[in-house]
Structure formats: structure tokens, C-alpha cells
């Protein structure tokens, strides 16, 4: 056969584009780019794992129960403070310096617009993340012709998308609270839409090529299972919309469960180019839930139904595992309702963690059994050396939902009808017949087996490591910034001989919103324990309880509570207000927020001439509230509550921030 010689060379031009060679290409661009974006993260917060670790060790395996030491609460031990010895040293000015930069720089991120629901730093990654897919997708891609591009770009979003909603990940494992699944949940939405917006450029455009060349585009196996598998991407986008997750969580959940697999079967059946991009999902849910199936805990707890609209779960015998703060997904067994979850905030810290102590006791929770007929669980508080156990784990769920109410419903009909009669004989000191009384005794609690399992999320920010501390929480928010509380007051008032690091905190102001003044017999127990240790330790601890209705006026001896008649506080001035040490009055909100009733008129008269009284107006900034001349300290602020407070308080934060202040803040939002 005779040599024809070098065979031709098509132009670049005019080759025809090869989308299953150089498409994959792009997957692996993709997927480099956000890992190495996330890696980036991580090394960025690489001293707040190094200095976490013992912490998140510890909570690897979920709630542990500390069988040798029963009582790590402050004040059962007599051990020398760091406190003794006067103020520790203030901060170097270097570091100063350096976090009063980074304050200011990170101030931006915290900007929050109304309506939307996501800061500026959340709308700076959602964007670059689209904008990366835009690029992957569009870049020396033929997509009128040849859409393939977008479908495997689809694929390659399946792992980030299951990474960034899986509640056991390394992400948060071994990083820090701030990479806890709570937070990161966002960009899974985001990324879920970004995926979604690819499969339908993709789609869109096949059937449009289909409608042009009049090829069908039922029939054949390929075009059919694709089809079914948008179809199953639309359901699972429209169920995921946060109306159906607030009215219909079930539809959202079964639908997730459901058609996930089935969305996994038809894209295999799809394209052969599947399978390589749906094992990295599968492996991640996989782990989430042997993750899970570890932490589950089985336990004996008691429902304390304190009113209508609260119900406290107490459960004993869980003492170390995790910090103050987090939450649990939480299934109680009552009424049939026992495969439902719901997260709950603890309101105790640990007692028998070595990082921590709780301001709390087990006989903290008479208050809650005030009947003859739970004595016996007061009485088994005590261990055998005499010594005071920890609280365990207290929970709070307000009755606002249709599981939550039920339960308070179904624990309030159960004492009722669980009421025992009792005789009691009166002593006669005359020698006459003693007389019997008959008394009806009802029990204040109601045993339950609950299901659980956690930690998840917490505080992302170090409290300890600021000189004052502001906690504003909203409504049922309050269980969120109590347990912040009661490890912080605990920390300066007996700091773990441990610690490489004493707290610095010297003053801590706790600020509740709340709608009647009868909420705050939720958590009047707690928060007189936790009054009672700051008292007696070198840290000082301020609560203001903001209420509009004073219906039920009952009193509660809670020392240092200071009850203010009015709508939300200025955070802002607030957040100035703490820096400086003189809170001074803030905006009392619109008379629109007031009970209409009148039971509010006589007590906010009084509270308007006390603070004519005070006549703060010329020591104040007017709108700002900071005291001239004073040493501005460092702040950290920790909000906890309904979206709009969370926006104004991040709003707040960031104001303050600008100015070149070092302050740190923690957004716990309690909204579906």
C-alpha cells in the first residue's frame, strides 16, 4: 500500500464540538474551585479549630452521663479563682489593633437588607457561587446546539449541594461552630435553585432543539427518563419554598425523602455520565445518618407544663456531650406523635464537661415540681457522697406549632387527670380529736421516654474572650441566650484550671422582648440561679425584661431583673449603651405594640417619670447612647429570636463595627 503521506489537519474552527470530552473537563473545574474556596475557609479559621478541638471531641459521639463526678457545679468545690487576684491585664494593643481592624472589615458582611433574609457577606458567597456555575457553564460552550454542558454541571452540584445541608459532615465536625449545618443550610438552598436554574437551561434548550429538527421528544429512553427526572426537580424545588415549610413541613420532608432517590434512579437511567457524580452524595448522606444512628439517646425525661404556652423538658443524666447553646432534634413519645423531630435550644450548659460548669442544680428544679407529689425526684437529686447533681438537660418548646402544642395540651391532661386525693390529720394541742382534711394533690410533671439526637450548631463566637457581653433575645429566643448566659456567668466564676486562657468578661447584660409579663415565669428558677452565682463572683450581670402587657402581673423574684414597659429596644443603642458600661433608656417602640387593654397605662406612667428622673440626656449621645469620655471596650453580641429582631440587631452590630470597634456577633434566627 503506497504512503498518502501526513493526513490532514482540521482547523480548530472548523472541528466539530465534542461535548462528552471536553464538557467533564469543566465538572472537574467546578469542583476544584469550590473546594479549594472551602479549603480556604477552613485554613482562614484554622486557630479556632486548634483551640476547639478538645471541644468538638468531646461532642463527636453525642451526650455522654459523667459516672464518677456527679457535680461540676459552681460552688462545690472551693478552688482558687483567677479572679482572686484582682483584674487580669488588659489585652496587648497590638491585638487590639488587629481586632479592631478585622472588626471594621468584617463589619460589611453584616449588613442586612430588608425583605431578603441574607447579609451581605451570605449574598457575596451565593453570588460568587452562581457566578462560578455562569462561567463553568457558558465558557467555549455551543449550548443553542449542543446544551450538554449545563446537564453536566448539574451533576457536578449534587456533592456540594448534599455537603452543605448534611448535619454530620467534616464541615461541621472539626470545624467551628461557624461552619455548623444551621449556617451553612443556606447556601443548600441557594445551591439547590443554582442547580435547578442549570437542569432547566439544559432541558429547555433539548426540547427546543427537538421542536426545531420535529424529533420526538417522548419515547425513547434517554429523553424520557430525563423529563421524569426534571419533573422530580421541580417537585423538590416547589416543596422546599419557604411557605410549604412553614405550613406543610411534612409535604417538604416525605417529598425530600422520596424523590431524591427516585431524581438519583432517573438521571442514571439518563446519561452513563451519572453514576461518578452520585456516589460523593450518597457516601455524605450515608455518614450523616451513621453519625446519627451514634448519637441517638434514649432517655426518661418529665414534661413541666408552666403554662398554656410552655412546656420545659427536663432530662436527667446528660452532663457532658455538648455546650450551651446548641439543639437537639428532639421526638417524644406521646400520642402517636413519635417519628417527629423538632429542634430545641438547651438552655443548661454542661455540668461535667472540663471546659465548663452551669450556674444550675437538680434542686434548681423545685421550682418547676411544686408538689408534694414529685418530692421524691427532688430527694434523688443527691448522690451518695451528699453532693448537688447538675441539672441534666433543660429544654423549652412554646406552643406555637401544631407538635408543641400538643404536647402541652397532652402534659396538662395528664396531671389533671393523674390527680391524687391525700388525707392529712391536723395535730390538736388540746388533747381533742384530731380533724382530717382532704386535699387534692396534682402532679406538676409528666414522665415521658423522648428520643434525641445531637448536638448541632452553638455559639460561633468565644464570649469569654470579650469584655462585656450583650444577650437580646426575642420570645421563645430566650433559651438560646439563657444557656449562653449560664456557661458564661459559670466561666468567670470558677474558670476550668485547664483553660489556657482566662475569660475576660467583666459584665454581662441579658435583654428579653417579650409580649406578657407572665413569660418570665418560664424561666424565673434559672434565671435566679444564675443571678445567684454572678452575685458572688467577680463578674456583673444585668437582666431587662421589655414587655408590652401586663395582664398577668404577678411577681417574680428574680434578683437584679429590671421590667421596662414598651415594644423592642433600640439594639443599637443597646450595643453602644454595653460598650460603655451605662445603658440609660432606649426607644420604648410604638404605642401600637402596647396591650390595648389598659393594664400597661399606671406602670408606664411610673416608668416615664422615673426616667425624667434619671435625666441621662446630657450624658448621652442623642440617637447613639454613648457616654462621652468613657473607655469603649470590647463587645460581644449574641441575638436570638424572630427574623426582624436578628436584622436589626445585625444591622446594629455592623454600625458599631464601622467605627473601628472591636465587637463579635452571633445570630441564632427562630424561623423555619
Request: proline share 6%; hydrophobic share 45%; aromatic share 10%.
Amino acid at each position: 500500500m503506497s504512503d498518502t503521506g501526513t493526513p490532514p489537519v482540521i482547523p480548530a474552527d472548523l472541528q466539530q464540538y465534542d461535548s462528552y470530552e471536553i464538557d467533564p473537563k469543566w465538572q472537574v473545574k467546578f469542583t476544584i474551585i469550590w473546594t479549594s474556596a472551602l479549603a480556604l475557609f477552613a485554613l482562614i479559621t484554622l486557630s479556632s479549630i486548634l483551640r476547639g478541638r478538645r471541644r468538638w471531641m468531646e461532642e463527636l459521639f453525642g451526650i455522654t452521663e459523667n459516672w464518677h463526678d456527679k457535680s461540676t457545679r459552681v460552688g462545690d468545690e472551693k478552688k482558687e479563682s483567677y479572679f482572686g487576684g484582682g483584674l487580669l491585664p488588659p489585652p496587648r494593643p497590638k491585638r487590639v489593633v488587629v481586632a479592631r481592624i478585622l472588626s471594621t472589615m468584617g463589619s460589611v458582611f453584616y449588613w442586612t437588607p430588608p425583605g431578603i433574609g441574607l447579609n451581605v457577606g451570605q449574598m457575596i458567597l451565593i453570588a460568587g457561587y452562581a457566578a462560578v456555575v455562569v462561567v463553568c457553564i457558558c465558557t467555549s460552550a455551543e449550548l443553542v446546539t449542543n446544551p450538554n454542558r449545563a446537564g453536566f454541571l448539574v451533576l457536578a452540584q449534587l456533592t456540594p449541594v448534599f455537603l452543605f445541608s448534611s448535619k454530620n459532615t467534616a464541615l461541621s465536625l472539626l470545624l467551628p461552630s461557624f461552619f455548623a449545618y444551621t449556617r451553612l443550610n443556606v447556601l443548600h438552598r441557594w445551591a439547590s435553585r443554582t442547580l435547578f436554574l442549570a437542569a432547566l437551561l439544559h432541558g429547555s434548550l433539548w426540547i427546543n432543539n427537538h421542536l426545531v429538527w420535529d424529533i420526538q421528544i417522548l419515547g425513547q429512553q434517554k429523553e424520557t427518563s430525563g423529563v421524569a427526572a426534571f419533573g422530580l426537580l421541580c417537585a423538590i424545588v416547589l416543596t422546599s419554598l419557604r411557605p410549604v415549610r412553614a405550613w406543610a413541613w411534612g409535604i417538604f420532608y416525605w417529598v425530600h425523602f422520596l424523590a431524591v432517590p427516585a431524581f438519583f434512579i432517573t438521571v442514571c437511567y439518563h446519561t452513563i455520565y451519572a453514576p461518578p457524580w452520585i456516589f460523593p452524595p450518597i457516601a455524605i448522606y450515608a455518614f450523616d445518618l451513621l453519625m446519627r444512628v451514634g448519637r441517638f439517646r434514649l432517655k426518661d425525661a418529665r414534661l413541666v407544663p408552666v403554662d398554656d404556652e410552655m412546656t420545659i423538658i427536663h432530662i436527667p443524666d446528660c452532663d457532658g456531650g455538648f455546650q450551651a447553646g446548641q439543639h437537639l432534634r428532639l421526638r417524644v413519645f406521646f400520642g402517636g406523635r413519635m417519628f417527629e423531630s423538632h429542634p430545641l435550644s438547651i438552655i443548661s450548659a454542661p455540668s461535667s464537661s472540663s471546659g465548663s460548669t452551669t450556674c444550675l442544680t437538680a434542686a434548681d428544679m423545685d421550682a418547676y415540681y411544686r408538689s408534694d407529689f414529685n418530692s421524691l425526684i427532688i430527694q434523688a437529686s443527691a448522690n451518695e457522697s451528699g453532693t448537688v447533681q447538675g441539672p441534666g438537660i433543660l429544654l423549652g418548646a412554646r406552643a406555637v406549632g401544631d407538635w408543641t402544642k400538643a404536647l402541652n395540651e397532652y402534659a396538662r391532661d395528664w396531671i389533671r387527670e393523674s390527680a391524687v386525693i391525700v388525707n392529712d390529720e391536723d395535730e390538736n394541742v388540746t388533747g381533742a380529736p384530731s380533724m382530717t382534711k382532704v386535699r387534692k394533690v396534682m402532679p406538676m410533671s409528666v414522665p415521658v421516654h423522648v428520643l434525641f439526637d445531637g448536638p448541632y450548631g452553638g455559639c460561633s463566637i468565644d464570649l469569654w474572650t470579650f469584655d462585656r457581653v450583650l444577650l437580646v433575645a426575642g420570645g421563645s429566643g430566650a433559651t438560646f441566650a439563657i444557656g449562653c448566659m449560664d456557661a458564661l456567668v459559670a466561666l468567670c466564676a470558677r474558670p476550668p484550671p485547664t483553660s489556657l486562657h482566662a475569660p475576660r468578661t467583666r459584665k454581662i447584660h441579658f435583654v428579653w422582648c417579650m409580649r406578657s409579663f407572665g413569660y418570665l415565669n418560664w424561666f424565673a428558677p434559672l434565671l435566679r440561679a444564675i443571678a445567684r452565682t454572678a452575685a458572688a463572683a467577680s463578674v456583673r450581670l444585668t437582666m431587662t425584661a421589655y414587655v408590652t402587657c401586663m395582664c398577668s402581673p404577678e411577681e417574680v423574684d428574680v434578683p437584679g431583673l429590671v421590667v421596662r414597659i414598651g415594644g423592642r429596644p433600640d439594639v443599637s443603642r443597646l450595643v453602644r449603651g454595653v460598650a460603655v458600661g451605662h445603658i440609660g433608656t432606649t426607644t420604648r417602640g410604638s404605642e401600637e405594640d402596647l396591650c390595648t387593654c389598659g393594664c400597661v397605662d399606671e406602670a408606664l406612667k411610673a416608668q416615664e417619670e422615673d426616667e425624667d428622673e434619671e435625666s441621662l440626656g446630657g450624658d448621652v449621645e442623642k440617637g447613639k447612647g454613648v457616654v462621652r469620655g468613657e473607655k469603649q471596650e470590647s463587645v460581644g453580641v449574641c441575638a436570638s429570636g424572630p427574623e426582624t429582631m436578628i436584622r436589626e440587631a445585625t444591622n446594629a452590630v455592623a454600625g458599631y463595627a464601622v467605627e473601628g470597634r472591636e465587637v463579635g456577633f452571633h445570630a441564632e434566627v427562630f424561623a423555619m
